[in-house]
């Protein structure tokens, strides 16, 4: 069974510009989580999606936004990047939420110029 | 407001001794608690979890022991090797119906195994 994909895996963009990060989650996982892992602030928690809905909310401003499709695959989107934006940005799928077996896929990481 | 509070933030150990790491948690509404491995270029991946029913679990070398009253719980990792090098995430979550897909992680471990 195909693991957790993230793409783009690498994405340089400049502050002001937004940026779109897709996540597919592994076949039959309804539940898809964000997380923001940076080495002063750790992993963060952004959102989770859970059959197309938002089912949960991390303390990050409105520019972080995301959204769901009903294939399960996952979209996150930053709008008006910052300096501070510049992390590692990791997805997490699992069957139907982080009270049970997540599973990370490897990142993009994306830095702000 | 950090909910979870890991300790060390690195740790070196010989090649077949004990590692610790220990996390302490505020909010006693935490039901689950797991413990995640991350190797650099890597997502975190899950070793192993407990919930607060029970006071250990053990998976191969590594047990978790839970102590609710403290509000504490730690990861050991019995005769280490240096391919358990790597960074240790704890976590705790809330769930299932009110906050599900929250998770706190705490603020990792690095873990270098001498040989």
């Known amino acids: 069974k195909a693991g957790v994909t993230q793409t783009p895996r690498y994405l340089i963009k400049t502050r002001g510009q937004q940026v779109t990060l897709s996540c597919s989650p592994i076949s039959g996982h309804r539940s898809v989580s964000w997380y923001q892992q940076t080495p002063g602030q750790g992993l963060q928690f952004l959102f989770e999606y859970f059959s197309e809905t938002q089912r949960n909310k991390g303390n990050f401003p409105g520019r972080f936004s995301g959204r769901q499709f009903s294939n399960s695959r996952s979209e996150m989107n930053v709008s008006t990047l910052e300096l501070g934006d510049s992390a590692l940005y990791l997805c997490?799928?699992?069957?139907?939420?982080?009270?049970?077996?997540?599973?990370f896929g490897p990142g993009t990481r994306l830095l702000v110029l | 407001q950090q909910q979870v509070k890991q300790s060390p933030q690195s740790l070196i150990v010989q090649k077949g001794g004990i590692s610790i790491i220990n996390c302490a948690y505020e909010?006693?509404?935490?039901?689950?608690f797991p413990w995640y491995q991350q190797f650099p270029g890597k997502g975190p991946a899950l070793l192993i979890a407990i919930r607060p029913d029970v006071s250990e679990k053990k998976e191969g070398r590594f047990t978790i022991s839970f102590n609710k009253s403290a509000k504490q719980f730690s990861l050991h990792i019995m005769d280490s090797q240096p391919g358990d090098s790597a960074t240790y995430f704890c976590a705790a979550s809330i769930g299932p119906n009110t906050n599900a897909g929250k998770s706190t992680f705490g603020d990792g471990t690095t873990l270098t195994v001498k040989p």
């Open positions: 997490a799928s699992s069957l139907r939420g982080t009270q049970e077996t997540q599973y």
């Open positions: 909010n006693t509404a935490f039901d689950y």
